[in-house]
């Protein structure tokens, strides 16, 4: 079992910056692929970015924010540069097993999930 434990959120103005972290238990992790989801009040939960050996975006968030992990601290993390009004919402991590080889953006394909974090941006 990976427990999944997500901090960093908080309340931004746009154009400001956050930085998102997500610290994993478990031996295993650098084997992991990682992922970061969002959900805004009243939507579907939406892929945001995802690491393994490679990193994919959505394309809301393409050249603003950068995933990034550190493998010794079992940890990953979200920069979330020029933050929008439009990218409030509660922000998940989440991890799946060795058998996805590459950073997928299919919440299907994600084992375990943290609680969430905050993060608003007020115009």
């Known amino acids: 079992q990976v427990q999944l434990v997500e901090s960093g959120g908080g309340l931004v103005q746009a154009g400001g910056s956050l930085r998102l972290s997500c610290a994993a238990s478990g031996r295993t992790f650098s084997s992991y692929a990682m992922g970061w989801f969002r959900q805004a009040p009243g939507k579907e939960r939406e892929f945001v970015a995802a690491i393994r050996w490679n990193e994919i975006y959505a394309d809301s968030v393409k050249g603003r924010f950068t995933i990034s992990r550190d493998n010794a601290k079992n940890t990953v993390y979200l920069q979330m540069n020029s933050l929008k009004p439009e990218d409030t919402a509660v922000y998940y991590c989440?991890?799946?097993?060795?058998?996805?080889?590459?950073?997928?953006?299919?919440?299907?394909?994600?084992?375990?999930w943290g609680q969430g974090t905050q993060v608003t941006v007020s115009s």
């Open positions: 989440a991890a799946a097993q060795d058998r996805i080889t590459i950073a997928t953006r299919r919440w299907r394909d994600y084992d375990y």
